[in-house]
């Protein structure tokens, strides 16, 4: 079985990276947290008790919640010490962002985080959808 350990290592450049084999070759998309959570998902789905879902649902939500939060007060954070940084009349770099190379890195991860988000939201949707159905049963 071949497993990666770790994840792949950022672009060290600007320029866009080939995606993965396309989703033909696979039959399961791009991998990503929102394929391998739905894929997940799925196959667990009649697995789950109501309690199960219930928690994904409401926990899960307040999670994904948080999560966006902290991402937006990360992302702020960042804005305002690369605007200072570039703001004073005589230039001094500040923190990790010492050049334009490091930039890259954190978006990169700031996407990941997004993806997280878009997963959890997604598991949150299937769980109610499969409470309601099993409602209307």
């Not at 962002?97 to 598991?123: E, G, K, R, T, Y």
Request: hydrophobic share 45%; glycine share 6%.
């Amino acid at each position: 079985m071949n497993r990666r350990t770790t994840p792949p290592a950022a672009p060290a450049c600007d320029e866009p990276q080939d995606l993965p084999a396309p989703a033909a070759e696979t039959g399961r998309g791009v991998f990503g947290p929102p394929t391998a959570m739905s894929l997940l998902f799925r196959k667990a789905r009649a697995h789950l008790s109501d309690a199960d879902l219930e928690w994904l649902f409401i926990d899960g939500s307040s999670y994904a919640e948080a999560l966006a939060e902290n991402a937006a007060v990360v992302a702020e954070g960042i804005g305002w010490l690369v605007h200072k940084d570039n703001a004073g009349a005589e230039h001094t770099s500040a923190g990790s962002f010492q050049s334009n190379a490091d930039v890259p890195p954190l978006m990169f991860h700031m996407s990941n985080v997004f993806l997280q988000i878009a997963s959890m939201v997604n598991v949150v949707a299937e769980a109610e959808v499969e409470l309601r159905e099993r409602g209307q049963s």
